[in-house]
C-alpha cells in the first residue's frame, strides 16, 4: 500500500506557474507509476499526466502538452507536476494517484488504487 499527500497548489494569475508535489510513503515507490488528475467544479474528473514507475516515459493529457511537465524523484519518493502558462480552464482541485505496481500509468480513475486528498489550483484571469 502507498499513502500519497499534494502540495504546493495555490492562487496564481494566468501565464504563471506552480509546481505541485506528491510524497508518497508505505511500499516501494520507486515500483509505482504515478498519475496526476484534476477536478473542475461541475466536471468529471480528468487524467492530467502519468509517469511510469522507472520514469522512462511520460503521458499527458492533450490539454496540457507542452505546458505541463511530469517528474518524479524516487529517491525522495515524491513526484512533481511542474505547470506553466496557466490558463483559467486549469483551475481545479488536483490529486496524485498511484495504479497496482508496476502498471501503466493509465488515463482511466478506475485503474489508480490510491488516492491523495488533492490540492487546489486557481489561476485567474
Known amino acids: 500500500q502507498v499513502q500519497l499527500v499534494e502540495s504546493g497548489g495555490g492562487l496564481v494569475q494566468a501565464g504563471g506557474s506552480l509546481r505541485l508535489s506528491c510524497a508518497a510513503s508505505g511500499d516501494t515507490f520507486s515500483s509505482y507509476s504515478m498519475g496526476w488528475f484534476r477536478q473542475a467544479p461541475g466536471k468529471e474528473r480528468e487524467f492530467v499526466a502519468g509517469?511510469?514507475?522507472?520514469?522512462?516515459?511520460?503521458y499527458y493529457a492533450n490539454s496540457v502538452k507542452g505546458r505541463f511537465t511530469i517528474s518524479r524523484d524516487n529517491a525522495k519518493n515524491t513526484v512533481y507536476l511542474q505547470m506553466n502558462s496557466l490558463k483559467p480552464e486549469d483551475t481545479a482541485i488536483y490529486y496524485c494517484?498511484?495504479?497496482?505496481?508496476?502498471?501503466?500509468?493509465?488515463?482511466?480513475?478506475?485503474?489508480?488504487?490510491?488516492w491523495g486528498q488533492g490540492t487546489q489550483v486557481t489561476v485567474s484571469s
Open positions: 509517469i511510469r514507475w522507472s520514469g522512462s516515459s511520460t
Open positions: 494517484a498511484a495504479p497496482p505496481p508496476v502498471r501503466a500509468p493509465g488515463t482511466r480513475q478506475s485503474q489508480y488504487d490510491y
